[in-house]
Structures are given as C-alpha cells and as structure tokens.
C-alpha cells in the first residue's frame, strides 16, 4: 500500500500547478524535496529499529572486517540510489508514453500507477487458507 500511495504523491505538481498557481518547476522540485523528506524519514524510523525486530534464525553469522564493512556500506547506498532511479525513470518514461500516445493527463496517469499499486498490494494477501502467501 506504500506504492500506491507513493502513486498517488505524483499527482502533488499538477495539483500545485493548477489549484495553488505554483510554477511549473516549482511544483516539481516540490515533489522532489518531499521525496527526499520521505526517505530521510524511513531511514531515520529504521535506524530506530533493535535487534528484536529481527526474527530468530539459526543461519550461520558471518563477522565483517571494517573494511568490508565500508564497502559494503557504499554498496548499500549505491543499490538504494539505483532502485529509486530505476523506479523513477520507469514511471516517467511510462507517463510520457500514456500522454504522447493516449494523450491522457499527469492526474489520469497517477491515477493509473495508484490502482496498478493497489492490485499488486492486494495480490499478495493470498486466497483464505491457501499455504502461498501470493494469490497467483
């Protein structure tokens, strides 16, 4: 439900365009900073977390040396970079498609990428009594 209303925070630059007069590059970096917001606050809520948030497992633990320790910390960062511009970039170059192609508008699309989050959230509650925890 995250995604969806992630989603549903892309309608926020034609809602400042149109309802407040906010510049149209204004309304975007707009997004942007409380993009940027969000994700601090996710990060700082799980910097939070204690190790009682873990669940018991009898895996093998493995001891890190420092150095790997920094190589890995720059591997981390580095694959959330990637993940969040790899999200972006899909649904933008998806947004341009829908409105060069079907001439839809920005809220029509983010309307779209809602719904599409909310089926993808619900197919993955599973079907009562199934062992699987997906619907499919």
């Not at 970096?29 to 409380?34: C, S």
């Not at 977390?49 to 150095?67: C, K």
């Amino acid at each position: 439900m995250g995604h969806a209303l992630g989603a549903a925070l892309a309608v926020l630059p034609p809602l400042l365009r149109d309802f407040a007069g906010v510049d149209p590059l204004d309304s975007l970096r707009a997004a942007v900073v409380l993009y940027a917001a969000l994700y601090a606050a996710t990060a700082i809520l799980y910097l939070g977390l204690s190790s009682q948030a873990e669940s018991a497992t009898s895996a093998l633990r493995v001891e890190v040396s420092p150095q790997s320790r920094s190589i890995l910390a720059k591997m981390s960062f580095l694959f959330a970079l990637d993940s969040f511009a790899g999200g972006f970039q899909g649904q933008c170059a998806l947004r341009v498609f829908f409105h060069a192609q079907f001439g839809a508008s920005e809220a029509a699309i983010g309307m779209l990428f809602v719904g599409a989050r909310i089926m993808n959230a619900f197919s993955h509650l599973g079907a009562p009594g199934s062992p699987s925890a997906s619907a499919w």
